[in-house]
């Protein structure tokens, strides 16, 4: 019955390609969490807060007065601005939270974690008390790119800023590939998530690795915030941890948390399952549902996740 | 009488007359009497207040939420994120039982805990494969799956507009609730007490330490995990009832994202500020943290610095003046957390010991045995 | 003046003290052999020479310079090189990677003598060289051992502690990584190698005995291999 009312365009074609771009962002913060879970074997729940920390900045530096001064910065600048405030928040996370609980239990690590987003959203909600609905204005608003473009796929229309979160994610994702396999600073990253100690008898310091691991991953974080919140109408405290933190672990985990490419092919797969539930069914919180159907049913029966392979 | 120090063996148990090696004195008997007299009247207080005594029945259903999470996470070892699930869960079947079958009130509650407990057993199945990471993640997961998905369903929340519930007329004041609360708090924090010293309690902890090896002395890992859970389920499900009676009413809203999952984040951070693992503490911090959204709204100079910060130059231009005193109370629960983790394992519990050895006719002795601090100097008793 | 040289050492884990002030050098070009039960503060020792473990108290010096103080990758830089108890390779890196990051404190050196480095280690250690593409995880507990003495080699280190250099191998694979040690040796590496094997003593001209983080024993190689009774107090064998 549902399959002879189904409706080619908005069924299939438009979830795919929705599916795709909102994967985009599980996927950038997939990447992230993949690279602290090599370093740290952790999850780190305030991954996602990185880039809502990015966005805010940037939208404060652009659209206005923050304590009182009328910042009015070039949209690229403040984009600059935020994508290096997320970064030193993570900088920040390693240094006061993550070094000084390096030896205890996974868990108390994972734990500072949950402090520092709850720190996060508390400091959001104090130093950027917004009055009115904020948004950061996308690619396209600011004049950048032709507000007219579009690229048909699927039977539907697709606008710039959709196809840059997708670009974006591709090239970290390569980009993050290449660190790993050709750079000097990529190796000694795996080698001390491999044998911490054999990393220290060849010289590797362990403590300058975490510092770089965590710098990368707040920069991801904080370009997912970017994309992701660029465009978007309602900019608040917390916003990406609302939004993408569980659909980007999850992404991780069905990736098998320690691949790149694991991470983004995961985040793709999230964001299709969510926009085909949100196609196929309207009870709420069908998408919460499937995704966490899926969750449940891969680490059940896949216990290393999909792509389990440490590279 | 003079208490004499006898270097001895000391008693595993923790009797507290019998089989001890020292005795209390009429005067300690005394003095202890007096101290849980206080304790009694202090816990009485707010019945005076109808206002306050809703706010304080809060602090109490979250020291009870401390209690449930702390069976999962002090004492099994697993982070569960999403205990604001099983929260609603048990105000949603309480609320709709009684709301759709009129049911009276303790039957509703009952069936609230069934379900909550049957959840949580369908969970502790899961973590029976999955643990570790991968389990907190998938609480966190359940939690906002199932508030978003179940507690919003227009069946239960009597077609989107809330479930409206209202309390027997005997229990109609707010501060008859509040003392149905506190019971219900000392009753399960005595049985959680039972639980920790009982077969059962010590075979979780040995579960902690090390699975395999427990299972090697012969504990039978899945039976004790799902009791764990099932406990914990129980618990929070009870704690959903009251709040559900406390309010008056069932709102999905209220366990939802983003709501919801501050909710299940402050649950952990009650148990790590408490010291995992440890009762006492944890009840303490679950009731800081419920009375401190109340507290720092009224407190006098919250409004003065907000009223202050209007008329800085720079700042008070952009000063929105009704930034939430809450937003305040999650950062300082914050760095309560990271300061605990980081600074102090042992949490508020490890603080109180001494405190709560001496309310339990032991001498006052400052020195931490058993917790996460150095190890425990002899002889350094302070007073008897 | 000795190369290494280990004077009123005290060190330990959190508050427990394990090596109770040792002193012993060991010659430039020499190969120092360290024996003792389990337990007796040997991996202890060369970790606090490596820089893992910091020093409660006493000095470490190389070529009269203290290096006691340097955390481990200044030590390393500095010119000793470990190979840690347990063969701790990097599992899901491939040997030859394993071998390159072995020279990591040597990045001013250029690639060139990075490759060279690595050409050496294989013509110390053939087998290496036939799995060089191999993940290092998936080789034999043997092979491992070879790779982890590879890896310390890269750094060019003037002092070379091996810690078990023998554990879990056969007599004769042992026979062979001696030889390969005593090779290095000759190659103008000194040499101090922690063992349970007395098939090491041939190769040692200097022998140390720990017993309970103090040293008990320290001579020529010879010599303890000719007192008998020492060999059976410490060594267990007749
Ligand atoms: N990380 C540690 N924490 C606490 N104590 C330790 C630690 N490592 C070693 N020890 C203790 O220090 C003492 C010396 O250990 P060490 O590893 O140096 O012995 P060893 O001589 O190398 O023994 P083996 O031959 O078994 O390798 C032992 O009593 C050991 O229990
Ligand atoms: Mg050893």
Same mark, same amino acid.
């Given at each position: 019955?549902?399959?002879?009312?189904?409706?080619?365009?908005?069924?299939?074609?438009?979830?795919?390609?929705?599916?795709?771009?909102?994967?985009?962002?599980?996927?950038?913060?997939?990447?992230?969490?993949?690279?602290?879970?090599?370093?740290?074997?952790?999850?780190?729940?305030?991954?996602?807060?990185?880039?809502?920390?990015?966005?805010?900045?940037?939208?404060?530096?652009?659209?206005?007065?923050?304590?009182?001064?009328?910042?009015?910065?070039?949209?690229?600048?403040?984009?600059?601005?935020?994508?290096?405030?997320?970064?030193?928040?993570?900088?920040?996370?390693?240094?006061?939270?993550?070094?000084?609980?390096?030896?205890?239990?996974?868990?108390?690590?994972?734990?500072?974690?949950?402090?520092?987003?709850?720190?996060?959203?508390?400091?959001?909600?104090?130093?950027?008390?917004?009055?009115?609905?904020?948004?950061?204005?996308?690619?396209?608003?600011?004049?950048?790119?032709?507000?007219?473009?579009?690229?048909?796929?699927?039977?539907?229309?697709?606008?710039?800023?959709?196809?840059?979160?997708?670009?974006?994610?591709?090239?970290?994702?390569?980009?993050?590939?290449?660190?790993?396999?050709? &750079?000097?600073?990529?190796?000694?990253?795996?080698?001390? &998530?491999?044998?911490?100690?054999?990393?220290?008898?060849?010289?590797?310091?362990?403590?300058?690795?975490?510092?770089?691991?965590?710098?990368?991953?707040?920069?991801?974080?904080?370009?997912?915030?970017?994309?992701?919140?660029?465009?978007?109408?309602?900019?608040?405290?917390?916003?990406?941890?609302?939004?993408?933190?569980?659909?980007?672990?999850?992404?991780?985990?069905?990736?098998?948390?320690?691949?790149?490419?694991?991470?983004?092919?995961?985040?793709?797969?999230?964001?299709?399952?969510?926009?085909?539930?949100?196609?196929?069914?309207?009870?709420?919180?069908?998408?919460?549902?499937?995704?966490?159907?899926?969750?449940?049913?891969?680490?059940? &029966?896949?216990?290393?996740?999909?792509?389990?392979?440490?590279? | 009488?003079?208490?004499?120090?006898?270097?001895?063996?000391?008693?595993?148990?923790?009797?507290?007359?019998?089989?001890?090696?020292?005795?209390?004195?009429?005067?300690?008997?005394?003095?202890?009497?007096?101290?849980?007299?206080?304790?009694?009247?202090?816990?009485?207080?707010?019945?005076?207040?109808?206002?306050?005594?809703?706010?304080?029945?809060?602090?109490?259903?979250?020291?009870?939420?401390?209690?449930?999470?702390?069976?999962?996470?002090?004492?099994?070892?697993?982070?569960?994120?999403?205990?604001?699930?099983?929260?609603?869960?048990?105000?949603?079947?309480?609320?709709?039982?009684?709301?759709?079958?009129?049911?009276?009130?303790?039957?509703?509650?009952?069936?609230?805990?069934?379900?909550?407990?049957?959840?949580?057993?369908?969970?502790?199945?899961?973590?029976?494969?999955?643990?570790?990471?991968?389990?907190?993640?998938?609480?966190?997961?359940?939690?906002?799956?199932?508030?978003?998905?179940?507690?919003?369903?227009?069946?239960?929340?009597?077609?989107?507009?809330?479930?409206?519930?209202?309390?027997?007329?005997?229990?109609?004041?707010?501060?008859?609730?509040?003392?149905?609360?506190?019971?219900?708090?000392?009753?399960?924090?005595?049985?959680?007490?039972?639980?920790?010293?009982?077969?059962?309690?010590?075979?979780?902890?040995?579960?902690?330490?090390?699975?395999?090896?427990?299972?090697?002395?012969?504990?039978?890992?899945?039976?004790?995990?799902?009791?764990?859970?099932?406990?914990?389920?129980?618990?929070?499900?009870?704690?959903?009832?009251?709040?559900?009676?406390?309010?008056?009413?069932?709102?999905?809203?209220?366990?939802?994202?983003?709501?919801?999952?501050?909710?299940?984040?402050?649950?952990?951070?009650?148990?790590?500020?408490?010291?995992?693992?440890?009762?006492?503490?944890?009840?303490?911090?679950?009731?800081?943290?419920?009375?401190?959204?109340?507290?720092?709204?009224?407190?006098?100079?919250?409004?003065?610095?907000?009223?202050?910060?209007?008329?800085?130059?720079?700042?008070?231009?952009?000063?929105?003046?009704?930034?939430?005193?809450?937003?305040?109370?999650?950062?300082?629960?914050?760095?309560?957390?990271?300061?605990?983790?980081?600074?102090?394992?042992?949490?508020?519990?490890?603080?109180?010991?001494?405190?709560?050895?001496?309310?339990?006719?032991?001498?006052?002795?400052?020195?931490?045995?058993?917790?996460?601090?150095?190890?425990?100097?002899?002889?350094?008793?302070?007073?008897? | 003046?000795?190369?290494?040289?280990?004077?009123?050492?005290?060190?330990?884990?959190?508050?427990?003290?394990?090596?109770?002030?040792?002193?012993?050098?060991?010659?430039?070009?020499?190969?120092?052999?360290?024996?003792?039960?389990?337990?007796?503060?040997?991996?202890?020792?060369?970790?606090?020479?490596?820089?893992?473990?910091?020093?409660?108290?006493?000095?470490?010096?190389?070529?009269?310079?203290?290096?006691?103080?340097?955390?481990?990758?200044?030590?390393?830089?500095?010119?000793?090189?470990?190979?840690?108890?347990?063969?701790?390779?990097?599992?899901?890196?491939?040997?030859?990677?394993?071998?390159?990051?072995?020279?990591?404190?040597?990045?001013?050196?250029?690639?060139?003598?990075?490759?060279?480095?690595?050409?050496?280690?294989?013509?110390?250690?053939?087998?290496?060289?036939?799995?060089?593409?191999?993940?290092?995880?998936?080789?034999?507990?043997?092979?491992?051992?070879?790779?982890?003495?590879?890896?310390?080699?890269?750094?060019?280190?003037?002092?070379?502690?091996?810690?078990?250099?023998?554990?879990?191998?056969?007599?004769?694979?042992?026979?062979?990584?001696?030889?390969?040690?005593?090779?290095?040796?000759?190659?103008?590496?000194?040499?101090?190698?922690?063992?349970?094997?007395?098939?090491?003593?041939?190769?040692?001209?200097?022998?140390?005995?720990?017993?309970?983080?103090?040293?008990?024993?320290?001579?020529?190689?010879?010599?303890?291999?000719?007192?008998?009774?020492?060999?059976?107090?410490?060594?267990?064998?007749?």
């Amino acid at each position: 019955m549902t399959l002879l009312a189904l409706d080619p365009q908005t069924q299939l074609g438009q979830p795919l390609v929705l599916g795709i771009i909102e994967g985009s962002v599980y996927g950038l913060i997939a990447l992230g969490l993949v690279l602290l879970y090599k370093s740290n074997r952790i999850f780190n729940f305030a991954q996602a807060e990185f880039g809502t920390i990015a966005a805010l900045t940037a939208y404060f530096g652009y659209n206005g007065s923050l304590f009182g001064i009328p910042w009015h910065m070039p949209w690229l600048v403040a984009v600059f601005v935020g994508i290096l405030l997320g970064t030193l928040s993570a900088v920040l996370t390693e240094r006061l939270v993550i070094r000084p609980l390096f030896h205890q239990p996974k868990v108390i690590m994972v734990v500072g974690t949950v402090g520092v987003l709850l720190a996060s959203i508390a400091v959001e909600y104090l130093v950027f008390p917004t009055k009115d609905t904020a948004s950061l204005p996308s690619v396209t608003d600011v004049g950048l790119t032709d507000p007219a473009f579009r690229v048909g796929f699927a039977g539907y229309n697709v606008a710039w800023e959709q196809v840059l979160t997708l670009f974006v994610l591709i090239a970290m994702a390569l980009g993050a590939a290449a660190f790993f396999r050709y &750079s000097r600073q990529g190796t000694a990253i795996l080698a001390v &998530s491999q044998e911490p100690t054999a990393a220290a008898t060849v010289g590797i310091s362990i403590s300058r690795v975490s510092l770089l691991t965590w710098t990368l991953a707040g920069f991801l974080g904080s370009v997912a915030g970017i994309v992701s919140i660029g465009g978007a109408p309602l900019l608040v405290p917390g916003i990406m941890t609302g939004t993408a933190l569980v659909g980007g672990i999850t992404a991780a985990v069905l990736g098998g948390v320690t691949s790149m490419p694991g991470a983004f092919v995961g985040g793709l797969l999230v964001g299709l399952v969510h926009q085909y539930t949100q196609a196929f069914f309207s009870f709420p919180g069908a998408q919460n549902v499937m995704v966490g159907l899926v969750l449940l049913i891969v680490l059940l &029966s896949f216990p290393r996740g999909l792509l389990g392979s440490e590279t | 009488m003079t208490a004499v120090a006898q270097a001895g063996t000391q008693p595993g148990t923790e009797t507290v007359v019998a089989g001890s090696h020292w005795r209390l004195s009429g005067t300690g008997i005394a003095a202890r009497g007096l101290a849980y007299l206080g304790l009694a009247v202090v816990l009485f207080l707010p019945w005076f207040a109808t206002d306050f005594s809703k706010t304080c029945s809060l602090a109490v259903i979250y020291a009870l939420m401390g209690l449930s999470l702390n069976i999962v996470v002090g004492y099994t070892g697993q982070l569960s994120l999403g205990h604001q699930g099983f929260l609603g869960l048990g105000a949603l079947v309480t609320a709709n039982v009684v709301f759709q079958a009129h049911l009276p009130i303790w039957l509703a509650m009952a069936f609230g805990v069934l379900a909550t407990t049957a959840v949580a057993l369908v969970l502790g199945l899961v973590a029976l494969r999955i643990t570790g990471l991968y389990l907190s993640l998938i609480t966190l997961v359940f939690g906002s799956a199932i508030s978003s998905s179940l507690f919003a369903l227009a069946r239960f929340t009597d077609n989107n507009s809330g479930v409206k519930i209202s309390r027997p007329s005997y229990l109609a004041d707010n501060g008859d609730w509040y003392l149905v609360c506190v019971a219900v708090l000392l009753v399960i924090f005595y049985l959680d007490y039972r639980l920790t010293v009982s077969k059962v309690g010590r075979a979780l902890l040995a579960l902690k330490e090390n699975e395999r090896v427990a299972e090697a002395f012969g504990i039978g890992v899945t039976a004790y995990k799902l009791l764990a859970f099932a406990l914990s389920g129980a618990i929070a499900g009870l704690a959903g009832g009251l709040y559900a009676f406390r309010g008056e009413l069932y709102s999905e809203k209220d366990f939802q994202d983003p709501n919801g999952f501050t909710l299940a984040l402050l649950f952990v951070v009650m148990c790590v500020v408490g010291g995992l693992g440890n009762r006492l503490g944890v009840v303490v911090a679950g009731l800081f943290f419920g009375l401190i959204n109340e507290l720092l709204d009224d407190l006098f100079y919250w409004h003065a610095v907000r009223s202050w910060m209007q008329h800085v130059p720079l700042l008070g231009s952009y000063y929105d003046s009704d930034v939430k005193a809450s937003y305040l109370a999650s950062l300082i629960g914050a760095l309560l957390l990271l300061q605990t983790l980081i600074f102090n394992r042992g949490g508020l519990g490890a603080q109180l010991r001494p405190i709560a050895r001496w309310m339990t006719g032991h001498r006052f002795e400052l020195h931490d045995e058993g917790g996460s601090g150095p190890a425990a100097v002899e002889g350094s008793s302070v007073r008897a | 003046m000795a190369l290494l040289e280990v004077e009123g050492l005290r060190t330990g884990y959190g508050a427990l003290p394990v090596l109770q002030g040792i002193t012993f050098s060991v010659e430039e070009g020499e190969t120092a052999v360290l024996f003792g039960l389990n337990g007796a503060g040997k991996t202890t020792t060369v970790n606090a020479i490596a820089g893992l473990l910091p020093a409660w108290e006493g000095q470490v010096r190389l070529d009269g310079q203290a290096i006691s103080g340097l955390d481990a990758p200044r030590v390393v830089a500095a010119g000793v090189g470990l190979s840690p108890e347990g063969r701790r390779v990097f599992p899901a890196l491939t040997v030859l990677t394993n071998l390159r990051l072995g020279a990591w404190t040597r990045k001013r050196d250029g690639k060139k003598a990075v490759e060279e480095a690595v050409e050496q280690v294989f013509s110390y250690f053939p087998r290496l060289e036939e799995r060089k593409d191999q993940l290092a995880g998936t080789m034999s507990g043997g092979e491992q051992q070879m790779l982890a003495i590879g890896r310390a080699v890269m750094s060019r280190p003037r002092v070379l502690l091996i810690d078990e250099a023998s554990l879990g191998l056969s007599p004769k694979l042992a026979q062979t990584v001696f030889e390969v040690v005593s090779k290095i040796n000759d190659d103008g590496t000194t040499v101090l190698i922690v063992e349970q094997n007395v098939g090491v003593l041939p190769y040692a001209d200097q022998a140390l005995i720990m017993e309970k983080g103090t040293l008990t024993y320290d001579g020529r190689g010879a010599e303890l291999e000719k007192s008998g009774d020492l060999r059976k107090t410490y060594l267990g064998t007749s």
